[in-house]
């Protein structure tokens, strides 16, 4: 957990403010020479952007927890690996993305793919039952739909709609061609608008 600036005493302070200042690139120099606290201020910037990407991957909080954990795990390991032929955050999405998978192939003899709503952050026990039933019924319907999609259908669609990322930001970090990603976001896309369709019909 990040220490509060206002803990810090003023020469680590200064030293903090310094290295948030410096680009990744600039970072990821230092690090790979061994600056710790270089790699420090990179974990730092980038957590809520791999824990945001792994949680909507997996769809699961600690799931999600254990990827991106071990998502800055691998960084330490894997720095060095890193050439600088694409932008530092795009090696890292896709790092993470990978990891995902790896975590859900672990998770996947013990747990279906279908999304537990009773899990999701925003229950209510305590709520109005007849409206916590349709919501909870929603996102069944949800989860259901995106676990029939394909995993490669699913994955950008997730990346594009959710964390809005552009389709060329996308083909570099799934390695697709941008044509593909847009294919995969308008079939997927039309998956779930049909599901969605017969299911307030029904």
């Given at each position: 957990m990040p220490?509060?600036?206002?803990?810090?005493?003023?020469?680590?302070?200064?030293?903090?403010?310094?290295?948030?200042?410096?680009?990744?690139?600039d970072l990821v120099d230092r690090a790979r020479e061994g600056d710790r606290s270089a790699l420090e201020a990179l974990i730092e910037r980038h957590s809520a952007r791999v824990s945001r990407l792994a949680t909507h991957v997996l769809g699961d909080i600690e799931d999600a927890r254990d990827a991106a954990q071990e998502s800055f795990l691998?960084?330490?390991?894997?720095?060095?690996?890193?050439?600088?032929?694409c932008q530092f955050s795009t090696w890292l999405h896709r790092l993470v993305i990978n990891t995902c998978?790896?975590?859900?192939?672990?998770?996947?003899?013990?747990?279906?793919?279908?999304?537990?709503?009773?899990?999701d952050a925003g229950f209510d026990p305590d709520g109005?039952?007849?409206?916590?039933?349709l919501l909870s019924d929603l996102r069944r319907e949800v989860g259901s739909a995106l676990v029939r999609l394909t995993a490669e259908q699913r994955r950008v669609l997730l990346l594009r709609d959710t964390l809005?990322?552009?389709?060329?930001?996308?083909?570099?970090?799934?390695?697709?061609?941008?044509?593909?990603?847009?294919?995969?976001?308008?079939r997927g896309r039309d998956h779930l608008r049909r599901r969605l369709q017969e299911y307030t019909r029904a």
């Open positions: 220490v509060a600036e206002t803990t810090l005493p003023g020469s680590a302070l200064a030293a903090r403010v310094a290295y948030s200042r410096l680009s990744d690139a691998k960084l330490t390991e894997r720095l060095r690996q890193f050439r600088g032929e998978r790896d975590v859900a192939d672990r998770q996947r003899v013990r747990r279906t793919e279908t999304l537990d709503p009773d899990r109005d039952p007849s409206r916590l039933a809005d990322l552009s389709y060329e930001e996308i083909g570099k970090l799934l390695r697709i061609p941008v044509g593909t990603a847009k294919s995969h976001v308008h």
